[in-house]
């Protein structure tokens, strides 16, 4: 499947370093979302763009920082890190975020980046 | 904000039997009603979804149930195969597009 695309796929960082994830979705989107799936917990909505501009940031610690340059590539910067943070990072694209509540779009999920903290 | 519930977290049948899974919302405004089927390492992907407009959804051996007075909705899957072992997502929404999920269930189906 080459909707939506991530890279890495795995990835082990220390607690210092800096690292960025990268989401590619090829279905001519315009909305795209990062979720943290981490064990027995449900999936976590951490941030949504609608055309390229942040529409929501679910509480999240600014040591995650996303960036949206197009409407087709997302990013999720991370600098110093825990060891909690350890999770599959999932990217997810739909047709369009917040038009009316009653055409919700359906949420196309890449295959996520597994990352460990040590 | 919109809580999900779901139910049970661990599902084990035997193949050919049936599997009914079950989520609870407390958003009335609520209106779209998705299921994820996740294998393991793999993406999640839409099996099936559904929207306020209707009570009932089928597809094949998969289903979903919907009633809005009592805010849950179940899916069905039956005559189950190994090939349905994985674990199952319901997810509503609230707001624009986003999405409040459950926390999952494992479904084995044992040859």
């Known amino acids: 499947e080459t909707g939506v695309t991530q890279t890495p796929r795995h990835l082990v960082m220390g607690m210092t370093n800096k690292k960025s994830l990268k989401c590619e979705q090829h279905?001519?989107?315009?909305?795209m979302y990062w979720y943290k799936q981490s064990a027995k917990k449900p999936l976590e909505l951490m941030f949504v763009?609608?055309?390229?501009?942040?529409?929501e940031n679910n509480s999240v610690p600014s040591r995650f920082s996303p960036e949206c340059p197009n409407s087709s590539h997302l990013f999720l910067h991370l600098h110093t890190l825990q060891p909690e943070d350890s999770a599959l990072y999932l990217c997810?694209?739909?047709?369009?975020?917040?038009?009316?509540?009653?055409?919700?779009?359906?949420?196309?999920f890449g295959p996520g980046t597994r990352l460990t903290v040590l | 904000g919109e809580n999900v519930e779901q139910h049970p977290s661990t599902l084990s049948v035997q193949e050919g039997d049936s599997a009914v899974i079950k989520c609870t919302y407390s958003d009335s405004a609520s209106n779209y009603f998705p299921w994820y089927k996740q294998e393991l390492g793999k993406r999640p992907q839409l099996i099936i979804d559904?929207?306020?407009?209707?009570g009932e959804k089928k597809d094949q051996r998969i289903a979903v149930t919907l009633n809005k007075t009592a805010k849950h909705f179940s899916l069905h899957i039956t005559e189950t195969q190994p090939e349905d072992s994985a674990v199952y997502f319901c997810?509503?929404?609230?707001?624009?597009?986003?999405?409040?999920f459950g926390g999952g269930t494992r479904l084995m189906v044992k040859p």
């Open positions: 997810a509503a929404n609230n707001a624009g597009n986003m999405l409040t």
């Open positions: 279905l001519g989107h315009n909305a």
């Open positions: 559904i929207r306020s407009n209707v």
């Open positions: 997810a694209s739909s047709q369009d975020w917040g038009l009316s509540a009653s055409s919700t779009d359906t949420q196309y």
């Open positions: 763009y609608s055309l390229e501009e942040r529409v």
